[in-house]
């Protein structure tokens, strides 16, 4: 493999590195799908909670609006007895108090009422309230099921995509030489995933530093595979026109 042209050496390295790139990207985005439905399952019952609240408040109304609705009953009835009464009296005295209690109880029945109406008013907002919170909730449901089945699908075709690579993985680990398989794996431990760097314009793309002239001179003649000097990742040179020509097509260039 020793004897294997440079530009073949780094094409493969490039795959290699491409490769890691693509299964880290996968399972990073298998990591995040089933957040999102997490996400709506959170809102759903966060809805849930609220319709509960609305539909408490509704009762405890129409509860007290009965209450409110007995109590004029019972007015009523001392009303019918206050009158019995009216018409019994002896005298002036007892007509005008009874007349004065037939007024308070009348007073008390019409402010009564003038509750349960408000009350009626208000049930009737509230139930309008409620059917539109129920709707939210249907279609809210209907989202967080719609994208329950998406992510589904997205995952079976990200594991579909990762099976590819995992298949993939072991074939360009046995193209590139054990040496720089070596170097390759601690880079990618100690550098975050990305081993090998392209140089553009004299300046390492991971780490965005220049090159000395020298260093750069060397990697422009292709005699060996060089380390950049700051970061200490392997790179190639990134404006090699003919290096393009052959990675092109397998994605094998790095951002
Ligand atoms: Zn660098």
Same mark, same amino acid.
């Given at each position: 493999?020793?004897?294997?042209?440079?530009?073949?050496?780094?094409?493969?390295?490039?795959?290699?590195?491409?490769?890691?790139?693509?299964?880290?990207?996968?399972?990073?985005?298998?990591?995040?799908?089933?957040?999102?439905?997490?996400?709506?399952?959170?809102?759903?019952?966060?809805?849930?909670?609220?319709?509960?609240?609305?539909?408490?408040?509704?009762?405890?109304?129409?509860?007290?609006?009965?209450?409110?609705?007995?109590?004029?009953?019972?007015?009523?009835?001392?009303?019918?007895?206050?009158?019995?009464?009216?018409?019994?009296?002896?005298?002036? @005295?007892?007509?005008?108090?009874?007349?004065?209690?037939?007024?308070?109880? @009348?007073?008390?029945?019409?402010?009564?009422?003038?509750?349960?109406?408000?009350? *009626?008013?208000?049930?009737?907002?509230?139930?309008?309230?409620?059917?539109?919170?129920? @709707?939210?909730?249907?279609?809210?449901?209907?989202?967080?099921?719609?994208?329950?089945?998406?992510?589904?699908?997205? *995952? @079976?075709?990200?594991?579909?995509?990762?099976?590819?690579?995992?298949?993939?993985?072991?074939?360009?680990?046995?193209?590139?030489?054990?040496?720089?398989?070596?170097?390759?794996?601690?880079?990618?431990?100690?550098?975050?995933?990305?081993?090998?760097?392209?140089?553009?314009?004299?300046?390492?793309?991971?780490?965005?530093?220049?090159?000395?002239?020298?260093?750069?001179?060397?990697?422009?003649?292709?005699?060996?595979?060089?380390?950049?000097?700051?970061?200490?990742?392997?790179?190639?040179?990134?404006?090699?026109?003919?290096?393009?020509?052959?990675?092109?097509?397998?994605?094998?260039?790095?951002?």
């Amino acid at each position: 493999m020793r004897g294997m042209p440079l530009k073949k050496r780094l094409k493969l390295l490039l795959e290699l590195q491409t490769c890691d790139n693509q299964i880290t990207g996968i399972l990073r985005k298998k990591a995040e799908a089933p957040l999102r439905v997490k996400g709506l399952r959170g809102d759903l019952e966060e809805i849930d909670r609220q319709n509960k609240e609305a539909q408490d408040k509704l009762e405890a109304i129409k509860k007290e609006r009965r209450g409110f609705e007995s109590e004029v009953q019972e007015l009523v009835g001392r009303i019918e007895k206050s009158s019995i009464k009216l018409s019994n009296v002896k005298s002036n @005295k007892e007509y005008a108090a009874a007349l004065k209690e037939i007024e308070d109880l @009348k007073a008390m029945q019409f402010s009564l009422e003038d509750k349960i109406l408000k009350y *009626m008013e208000d049930t009737e907002n509230l139930e309008k309230d409620l059917q539109s919170r129920k @709707k939210k909730r249907q279609e809210a449901a209907a989202e967080a099921e719609k994208m329950t089945i998406a992510v589904q699908e997205e *995952m @079976k075709e990200l594991d579909r995509q990762l099976e590819a690579l995992r298949q993939q993985r072991p074939h360009l680990l046995e193209s590139v030489e054990k040496s720089l398989l070596k170097t390759y794996s601690l880079l990618m431990e100690r550098k975050g995933g990305q081993a090998v760097a392209a140089v553009v314009r004299g300046v390492c793309q991971a780490c965005h530093i220049g090159l000395p002239p020298q260093d750069f001179n060397n990697l422009l003649k292709g005699d060996a595979i060089l380390t950049c000097p700051h970061c200490n990742r392997l790179i190639y040179w990134g404006e090699d026109q003919e290096f393009q020509a052959e990675t092109k097509g397998d994605n094998g260039m790095l951002e």
